[in-house]
């Protein structure tokens, strides 16, 4: 049950600002902990990943994963004929399944003692919090330790704002129709996703990118270069080092994009666009307090630890930590640091995916990286296809790249490009959060055949 704030002033062990799976994750950990805990959350419990980013996502790929499966039947003797998209179930479906996992989450809060404030905060340097409610009712709280989980908000450049149809990443998951032709503008994982994700779906997408690469520089080279092979062999049309001068609307309801490619100018005509935000730290509310601030986030530590004794800052609302795996990770971290039990988060070490067909996971270090920090590297990579289980699910796409210190067996890093990757890469996390290494992973077990086996079965190419 949501709370009405009182006239008298609760107090509070810890008190978490904002809902997300990263503020999520801090509530229930300090109330496991025997802290009493406060979540107050401005919006909806879920925050932007689960409402706007990777869950609706995550949903949609696995719908485009049912239509290229049905693509393959036929070699496997299955004929299936035709398959009829119906989008309005697909988006009902999709926003049930949210509602229910936003209800749990709200329930799993309540029966370990949290207490829920929807509304406003607005925290003072003692750390006393304002809430405005949305029924207009206002109180206050005061907290021993604050937990700002206030994640960050999707900024959309000037020439596009004038523009009420332009699509982005936190709308297009909710279509009506498919756009026939899609321009998306922006680089990185989300832009990738959806390039995929609308290519799957029936529209002719052209991938506007301002930067010379795809993905982040730290993403291994041998990834960036299969997605791209992946992308252009689903008919995506990819364009580097592109300049977008001016968009206009004209009378009939097509986008006019005027463009420069290299050196070339260029006017493009599509039904849509799709602008991947750029994302900027939510610091509503946060003024009162004298946090040390970056462009790109509030500045902490790996602890979360903030320029305020007391106040701890998680997930992107941190300067360089923009990721719901990276809020979990910090949010275990503060709560373990609050109770006096500190860890040591190695950042690097923080699985990160990205859901394409198929998808990428990495943990670790890259090749590059690795070198750059003087380490004597090994490198092994082993095609999927190697994998028995993979082979008979037609899941061959993809391989498996491990990262090691010669002289030592440290494992320092591993990528996995194909089907499952981001439940596959949690094995490495896991024997490297143990202190094991490369011997470790080639004495693992795995049910036989199974997929999770690639990284022993990697490993023991490895050690040849």
């Not at 890259?366 to 999927?384: F, H, I, Q, T, W």
Request: aromatic content about 4%.
């Amino acid at each position: 049950m949501e709370n009405e704030v009182q006239q008298e002033i609760r107090s509070y062990d810890v008190v978490v600002i904002g809902g997300g799976v990263g503020g999520y994750t801090a509530a229930v950990r300090a109330a496991n902990a025997g802290l009493k805990t406060a979540l107050i959350e401005r919006i909806q419990l879920g925050g932007a990943g689960v409402n706007q980013g990777c869950i609706p996502i995550q949903y949609l790929y696995k719908n485009v994963q049912f239509i290229k499966e049905c693509a393959q039947a036929k070699k496997r003797g299955l004929i299936i004929k035709g398959i009829e998209l119906d989008l309005p179930r697909m988006m009902r479906d999709k926003n049930q399944k949210i509602r229910k996992y936003i209800a749990g989450m709200k329930e799993r809060l309540e029966d370990r003692g949290v207490d829920i404030f929807m509304g406003t905060a607005t925290v003072s340097a003692d750390k006393t919090i304002e809430i405005a409610m949305g029924n207009g009712i206002e109180g206050r709280i005061k907290a021993e330790n604050i937990i700002l989980a206030t994640g960050s908000t999707g900024r959309i450049p000037k020439q596009y704002q004038s523009m009420p149809e332009v699509l982005t990443d936190e709308n297009a998951h909710d279509l009506e129709e498919i756009p026939p032709e899609l321009v998306i503008i922006g680089s990185g994982g989300r832009a990738c996703e959806y390039a995929t994700l609308f290519s799957m779906l029936g529209s002719k997408v052209i991938l506007f990118v301002e930067e010379d690469h795809l993905l982040s520089q730290e993403m291994d080279g041998a990834i960036q270069e299969a997605v791209e092979q992946n992308l252009l062999a689903m008919q995506v049309d990819i364009h580097y080092n592109v300049t977008v001068s001016d968009v206009f609307e004209d009378s009939l309801g097509d986008i006019h994009l005027d463009v420069k490619l290299g050196n070339r100018d260029k006017m493009i005509i599509c039904s849509d666009i799709l602008v991947v935000k750029e994302r900027c730290p939510n610091l509503l509310g946060l003024s009162g307090l004298d946090l040390k601030v970056k462009n790109d986030g509030v500045i902490a530590d790996f602890s979360g630890i903030t320029s305020v004794p007391g106040v701890y800052a998680i997930g992107d609302l941190v300067s360089g930590m923009a990721s719901a795996s990276a809020a979990v990770a910090m949010a275990i971290q503060v709560v373990d640091t609050i109770t006096g039990k500190p860890q040591t988060l190695k950042t690097h070490w923080i699985p990160k995916a990205i859901h394409l067909l198929p998808e990428i996971a990495v943990v670790g270090m890259s090749e590059a990286e690795a070198r750059r920090n003087g380490y004597p590297v090994k490198v092994d990579r082993m095609d999927l296809a190697t994998n028995l289980k993979l082979y008979l699910d037609d899941a061959t796409t993809g391989f498996v790249k491990i990262i090691s210190d010669v002289d030592s067996g440290e494992l320092l890093g591993v990528c996995i490009y194909g089907e499952g990757a981001a439940e596959l890469i949690s094995q490495a996390h896991a024997i490297h959060a143990m202190g094991g290494g490369i011997e470790d992973l080639k004495r693992s077990l795995h049910a036989y055949p199974a997929a999770s086996s690639v990284l022993s079965e990697a490993t023991l190419a490895f050690l040849k």
